[in-house]
């Protein structure tokens, strides 16, 4: 019980000072017939540090970690690499293991940090202002529909083919209980995504179109002519960022029109630690602000006229407005967002596009090798670092085989799509600055070996 | 400086408060009480503190037309400077690592470095959350595992553990029993919700669709149970109800709450906040709980790390077990530990609500709550809940004859000591003894919450503060009491030992400046006013 640092004596002097005979007088409210007589049954009892760290050390020996094997899974998680002095700035205890910045006399260094990472969430979005982060993208996207129908006073919300199947079903979920209508497309594997589609939908009960940019299959749509025919309409475009590293090479979707911009930003600072905790980015028009789900942070001065940094605009928030609250969103992703601002700072705009441009060209070199193994072709015109490859059968299998070949070769879409079966045989192949070509080499022998069926 | 105290090394106060004469540095910083510029400020174009390879290719055609006309446009530091300006930043915050956090309803204690040396083991924190099932199997024991612990220790039949943070807890709880509901083919709209509740619970119910009742408080800071049953009906879902309760309160009618609304067709959520109270001492389960979330790093001490990361799973009793959203793990026949997913949903799981999540939750927020929990085992997390309620109540008597506790006749608290502001001088009030807080060295509690006490100070010292950081927090808290109670004016002004005095929040909501306003691409060595040097 090495964490709690009372002793025997010091409970009883406090006892005596309480006026109790024993603690438990003190869960005297707690019915008695409620009350355990000792500790819960079918538990252990308290382990040494080293005991502790034999178990966990053990659970993590049975997984295959992404750094030891050819990887290139991505599909709204990608693996990038992660400059030491960010995890080492972020044990700091000052930024660990500190809460909710509710005194800001005292908490100017999280408040600074949110401020940054706040301008840097706009610039890199290319929106007038961002929040300081929500749980995830999933969660983000699923709040930036509900603004947007606050803002329009309209509720039905298209989602093109190319959103993140996941985030998908976090909206319909979520719809099905707050009664707003979800228009979804569906996904269908051609070479481009389907901004047509998306175009065609638009009517004047439509309060926003969701776009994931680039989308699931690694197409990149046309923003531009979306959030035309969206505004001509009086619909909002909600642009979804799953690979913030995307925007060191294509252009920012608040410049080409979008209104809302929300996304992950598990890729820069993060790490992919088996899907959270992970960080949503939410940027939008200045004009829409008092409409934003989650926590701002903004400047002001203090008593003697100094810049200072403060949580405001509350009045939005669920601990003043109860159920008008424009969120019940109670916490931000302090922590990682710490992570994604450092990250950041270090890359600066120039370092995220030469970081972009590594990823793509990583990308590049795994589509001229893996097109050359027979059978397989490539879907995407357009892609940044994860395209579509099409395999002759089920990818699924494929997935399978090449993991049990210690080769983690992508995500297959049946995994993500179960029910489409027109789309079981593609195959998600993300690769990163960390893919090496030897990488590259492993994924395309194995590949083609399972396709081949040749055993392991 | 005009003189120090007793123990040599701190300033004291003068006449009127201020802690010096004036005087000015050139660089605004004043030894170790340093400034620091934004870094936008101290950026500059072509710095970078990353080495990155130069690609071989140019951009594929098909990119073309997409490309950016401009690199983003945000200014880069070096890897020293970038050290340095977070460090710089750190010094700027109070953290648990410094001292007592005793911010009721919130429950900052001791973070273990074993719970992060553990997640940060490549086998969990290098995994991403799509790779094939048998390439992760030990990172679904971690789920099963921790899963394992919550239901037991709350004496329920299962849990949704992918929830991020206690509101969507909340969220998953009330989708549950509206799934439930819709099952059974009823459409009941209201959920009842004490007005003491946090202002996450009738949000996360208008959010869920359903309207909000309120409850009123009894004088002794508990549900009034008639109340409650006069409002029962067939238009109820069910009760939200905090317990622990915001006034640190055990609420004793919880089973007859239960029954009633049970009998009535509705169902209980609990708000779990405030579990680390009476882990180990009693099962919600037994209690008649339908519904209940548990902020692992509340009770089981994950990182708050500034506002978060939370995570918050919801236990469940049967009758909403089968409701639970996807995806979640479960064993199979074969003894084998399954994630249940799009993929698989049919076994034997098909009535789940849905996906309120685009993976399975928060797994290093697992992770390190599993390390503490086994840390602690059973025994220990029993003693955690006892240490915490005889912590909170060892600061209630120690200052009750002080700071009126407007509950502490109707008997013992549980881990947090309610206080109010009532006879303190006028003109003063909780926020002059919170801030007065800040200058003796301490992160004040949480003021001004629960809203049915007027000007409360809710204060949760948690197991983790020894008997001798307890007695120094008392005196410090006697001693503000009594300077609040004297009209002590130096009081208005505090903190005067704090990297900023008092900030205009009005200020900040009435002219919202939310990023950097300064001019685009030209970063540059602020001035020493932009930067706070007077």
Known sequence: ?456 | MSGVNAAGWRPTMGEAGEASEKFVTSSGDYGLMLEEPLSFELGAEGKCGVDIDTPDRAPAAGLSKFLRKAAPDLPGLTEPETVRHYTRLSRQNYAIDLGPFPLGSCTMKHNPRLNEKMARLPGFADVHPLQPQKSVEGALEVIEQLADWLITLTGMASVAMSPKAGAHGELCGLLCIRAALDARGEKRDIVLVPESAHGTNPATAAFAGFKVQSIPATPAGRVDLEALKAKLGPNVAGVMITNPNTCGLFEPDMKAIADAVHEAGGYVYCDGANFNAIVGKVRPGDLGVDAMHINLHKTFSTPHGGGGPGAGPVVLSAALAPFAPLPFVTRGPDGGIHLVEEENRGEGHGRAFGRMVAFHGQMGMFTRALTYILSHGADGLRQVAEDAVLNANYVLRSCEDLLPAPFAKSGPCMHEALFSDAGLADGFSTLDIAKGLIDEGFHPMTVYFPLVVRGAMLVEPTETESKAGLDRFIASLRSLAKRAKAGDESLHSAPHFAPRRRLDETQAARKPVLVWQGVPGEPGKPSLSEIGGS
Request: charge should be negative.
């Open chain 1, 1 to 456: 019980m090495r964490y709690l640092p009372l002793t025997d004596a010091d409970r009883a002097a406090m006892l005596d000072v309480i006026g109790a005979a024993s603690v438990d007088d003190l869960f005297i409210d707690v019915p008695s017939e409620a009350r355990l007589s000792g500790p819960v049954e079918g538990l252990p009892m308290h382990a040494s540090e080293m005991a502790v760290e034999r178990h966990m050390s053990a659970l993590a020996g049975k997984n295959l970690s992404a750094g030891s094997a050819p990887f290139f899974l991505g599909a709204g998680a990608y693996r990038h690499h992660v400059p030491a002095s960010v995890d080492h700035i972020i044990q700091r205890g000052e930024f660990l293991t500190a809460y909710t910045p509710y005194q800001p006399e005292i908490a100017q260094g999280t408040l600074q940090v949110l401020f940054e990472f706040q301008t840097q969430v706009a610039r890199l979005f290319g929106t007038d202002i961002a929040n300081a982060s929500m749980y995830d993208g999933s969660t983000a996207c699923w709040e930036a529909i509900l603004m947007a129908a606050r803002i329009t006073r309209k509720d039905r919300a298209i989602l093109s083919g190319g959103l993140h199947p996941h985030y998908g079903e976090v909206v319909r979920t979520m719809a099905k209980f707050t009664e707003d209508e979800i228009a979804s497309l569906a996904c269908e594997l051609t070479r481009e995504p389907d901004d047509a589609a998306v175009i065609a939908a638009i009517d004047e009960k439509t309060s926003c179109v969701v776009v994931q940019y680039p989308d699931i299959l690694g197409r990149i749509p046309d923003l531009a002519a979306i959030s035309e025919a969206a505004h001509a309409k009086g619909a909002l475009v909600v642009a979804v960022v799953t690979e913030p590293v995307a925007l060191g090479m294509i252009e920012a979707p608040g410049n080409l029109g979008a209104d809302i911009v929300v996304g992950e930003g598990q890729s820069l600072g993060v790490g992919l630690q088996f899907g959270g905790p992970y960080l949503g980015l939410f940027g939008c028009r200045e004009k829409f602000v008092r409409q934003m789900p989650g926590r701002l942070c903004g400047e002001t001065v203090d008593a003697e006229g100094k810049r200072g940094f403060v949580l405001t605009l509350s009045t939005r928030e669920q601990h003043i407005r109860r159920e008008k609250a424009t969120s019940n969103i109670c916490t931000n992703s302090g922590l990682c967002a710490l992570a994604f601002s450092i990250h950041l700072t270090l890359l600066g705009g120039n370092g995220l596009a030469q970081l972009a441009a590594v990823n793509h060209d990583r990308t590049q070199a795994a589509v001229e090798r893996l097109t050359q193994i027979p059978g397989v072709s490539l879907l995407n015109d357009a892609y940044f670092n994860e395209v579509t490859l099409v395999l002759p059968g089920d990818a699924r299998e494929a997935v399978r085989e090449l993991a049990d070949r210690k080769v983690l070769g992508g995500v297959s879409l049946g995994r993500l799509f179960p029910a489409q079966e027109d789309l079981h045989k593609g195959l998600l192949v993300a690769a990163t600055e960390t893919t090496t070509d030897e990488d590259i080499e492993t994924l395309a022998t194995e590949l083609a070996a399972v396709l081949e069926g040749v055993p392991a």
